[in-house]
């Protein structure tokens, strides 16, 4: 990280959804702490990895940052000014810097549009004239995504799944943004095209120097594609490293174990068993976290002191610059866990 004003400042972000009940008067009775107190920085140009199991936060963190969700609290900074609750119109030059890649290419675009018309839609909304025309500048998006200009005048469901996602791309591209969060841009997609799109993301941050915030739970993708990666576990950020850093010497219990379930293929038969630490339990609710360290109740290594002592985010003793770790007991890596055996002898990480 470069001592420069970050292209993306998160300070304490929280996002809390209301849970309603009670009849006939509904009334608040409680909240689903989705996103709790997180804390990173993007730099221009970086690629941010944000990893983690499904339900842990990472969509609602996306979306807060992009402001398509209210926060709860916190602050989000761009380019040093606080968006965090900017008005429609402040936000106006902002949001064609920032873009984003959903999900699910089937449901993120309009059927009833042609590509031409799903892409060309941002420039027409922030009133943006190309040199040459919004048509041409289509047609060269749909060159840069790997797309044949001529499906200008096609429609979505004339398309695979990973040419719906290209045109997605494409459409987030038209803007040209500096900082787009793919959330999950290759999760539905066959294993064949993943590495497809992927490496065309690559390219285009290479070549355009943008930067990402590429939410995914592939490991194997994450490590990829991204700079840095930071792991979240019931709506907090539990470590966050450079990218080799992170995988050849994690210091989180969680961290270890997600790196422990990541299939690893070897053609030597004599090569050492892997070590698999297999979690008890399931993921407590967000409704009632646990107090303490949110993995405590899963976690091997737990004791009274996490139970009512939040570990902070810092660097610990031994970490290089950067990597920082919320734990009060980190893994060295001459530590070779015991965890409690699983009650589920199928449960996986």
Known sequence: MSNT??????????KHFPVKGGFPIRRTIGAVQAVDGLDFQVSEGESLGLVGESGCGKSTTGRLITRLLE???GKISYRGQDITHAGRKDLVP????????FQDPYASLNPRQTVGKIISGPMEINGIQPSGGR??????????VGLNPEHYNRFPHEFSGGQRQRIGVARALALEPKLIVADEPVSALDVSIQAQVVNLLQKVQKDLGIAFVFIAHDLAVVRHFSHRVAVMYLGKIVEVADRDDLYGNPRHPYTRALLSAVPE??????????????LTG????????????RFRTRCWKATE????EMPPLVQVEGNKPGHLTACHYPETQETVPAPRAAKDPEAAA
């Open 305 to 308: 002191k996490c139970a009512t």
């Open 71 to 73: 926060p709860t609290g």
């Open 5 to 14: 004003t970050p292209l993306l400042d998160v300070t304490g972000l929280t």
């Open 94 to 101: 902002i949001r064609s810097e920032i873009q984003m890649i």
């Open 282 to 293: 399931d993921v407590p609710s967000p409704l009632n976290p646990p107090s303490g360290c």
């Open 265 to 278: 293929a070897t053609a030597e038969e004599d090569a050492p068993a892997r070590e698999r630490i297999r």
């Open 135 to 144: 048509e041409k500048r289509v047609r060269e998006l749909l060159e840069i």
